[in-house]
Nanobody, 120 residues
Framework: DVQLQAFGGGLVQPGGNLKLSCLASGFSFENYAMTWVRQAPGKLRESLAGITNDGKTSYADSVKGRFTSARDNAKSTLYLQMNSLKPEDTAVYYC??????????????RGQGTQVTVSS
């Protein structure tokens, strides 16, 4: 079974940094593109940071220049480094898998999320 488990969330002050990790299992991680998705109360789900199987990245305008996605295929782990956090970044963050090695219109699996709260 495909399993995706995000962790590393927490409470951080505005302007602070946080790094999320997502451990993948049940499939050949190195063959698939991945993305980070967030869901805030009352807002549409937002795909933030896609990364191809070989490490090319693409970011939503809302996080470009502040968030960085990376992957370690040997560890089947996806990362999201979040810098200069803002209160509007508060959301549940999930990692998700695309069905192919490149970024496409929709993902096929989304894991359990981790809460990120940005507040003073």
């Amino acid at each position: 079974d495909v399993q995706l488990q995000a962790f590393g969330g927490g409470l951080v002050q505005p302007g602070g940094n946080l790094k999320l990790s997502c451990l993948a299992s049940g499939f050949s991680f190195e063959n698939y593109a991945m993305t980070w998705v967030r869901q805030a109360p009352g807002k549409l789900r937002e795909s933030l940071a896609g990364i191809t199987n070989d490490g090319k990245t693409s970011y939503a305008d809302s996080v470009k220049g502040r968030f960085t996605s990376a992957r370690d295929n040997a560890k089947s782990t996806l990362y999201l480094q979040m810098n200069s956090l803002k209160p509007e970044d508060t959301a549940v963050y999930y990692c998700a898998r695309y069905p192919v090695g490149f970024i496409t219109s929709g993902y096929d699996y989304r894991g359990q999320g981790t809460q990120v709260t940005v507040s003073s």
